[in-house]
């Protein structure tokens, strides 16, 4: 079992930035490949960032590339999601989500993805 709790969301200004963070639980987080996903009012959850358990590849869903960083710190339990440049299109809740993977690699359909944080308000003012 692993717990995810999200933090970092809140309201910003167009051209402005945020950092989300996801903390999970348990000493197994370096088995799992981990994602950012976010979901606005009346759309489908997408993928915006996804990145594999070591560290080493990353993905970027192309609204985003340029502006979104992905890391972790399998130390702290901890991945990242620096936002940069935020647009009002990038309002959504925002959710991390664990995949437990065989090897160093990332899915980036939320079906692969078996545990979930509680999601993140990010608002964007125009």
């Known amino acids: 079992q692993v717990q995810l709790v999200e933090s970092g969301g809140g309201l910003v200004q167009a051209g402005g930035s945020l950092r989300l963070s996801c903390a999970a639980s348990g000493r197994t987080f370096s088995s799992y490949a981990m994602g950012w996903f976010r979901q606005a009012p009346g759309k489908g959850r997408e993928c915006v960032s996804a990145?594999?358990?070591?560290?080493?590849?990353?993905y970027y869903a192309d609204s985003v590339k340029g502006r979104f960083a992905i890391s972790r710190d399998n130390a702290k339990n901890t991945v990242y999601l620096q936002m940069n440049s935020l647009k009002p299109e990038d309002t959504a809740v925002y959710y991390c989500a664990a995949d437990r993977v065989s090897g160093n690699y990332y899915n980036i359909y939320a079906s692969a993805y078996e545990y979930w944080g509680q999601g993140t308000q990010v608002t964007v003012s125009s």
């Open positions: 990145i594999t358990r070591s560290g080493d590849m990353t």
